[in-house]
């Protein structure tokens, strides 16, 4: 059975590219069921959707609550019940919500905070409840 993944980005989705491409060649044995964006334009969405896979925009306005934004986010990403999340270049620390529900099963393969801030690899490595 595959592994269900939801992709989480913020940019032209070179990363998430990658991913496809390595399902395609065959080396990764994955489903990417879903592609969150918290910016509306972001050109990984488009990859997404010319790859037939559901995009979604979900942006934190300027002053908004941050809290609530992770919430929606949680429930996003929950409704394709994905074994797997990638966060892929995606711009956004993801909160507590969000990691009570998916920490065990969520990856960072951006560098921007790894290895930069211990605290944020903990973050997204802690284990969750599934």
């Known amino acids: 059975m595959k592994t269900k993944v939801v992709v989480l980005l913020s940019g032209s ?3 998430f590219q990658a991913l496809l ?3 395609d060649a065959g080396g990764v044995d994955a489903e990417v ?3 969150v964006s918290d910016q509306p334009s972001a050109q990984g ?3 997404a959707r010319t790859h037939g896979i559901p995009a979604i925009a979900h942006p934190l306005g300027k002053g ?3 809290a609530a934004w992770d919430r929606r986010l949680t429930d996003i990403v ?3 019940e994905p074994d797997l999340v990638a966060s892929a270049g995606f711009m956004k620390l993801v909160g ?3 990691l009570d529900r998916f920490g065990g099963r969520t990856i ?4 921007r905070c790894c290895p930069a801030s211990p605290a944020c690899t903990a973050r997204v490595t802690r284990s969750g409840q599934g």
Request: charged residues 30%.
């Open 21 to 23: 491409d390595a399902i």
């Open 96 to 98: 507590d919500a969000f």
């Open 78 to 80: 929950a409704e394709f």
């Open 33 to 35: 069921v879903a592609v």
């Open 64 to 66: 908004g609550d941050r």
């Open 108 to 111: 960072n393969t951006h560098p």
């Open 13 to 15: 989705g070179t990363l």
């Open 45 to 47: 969405l488009e990859r």
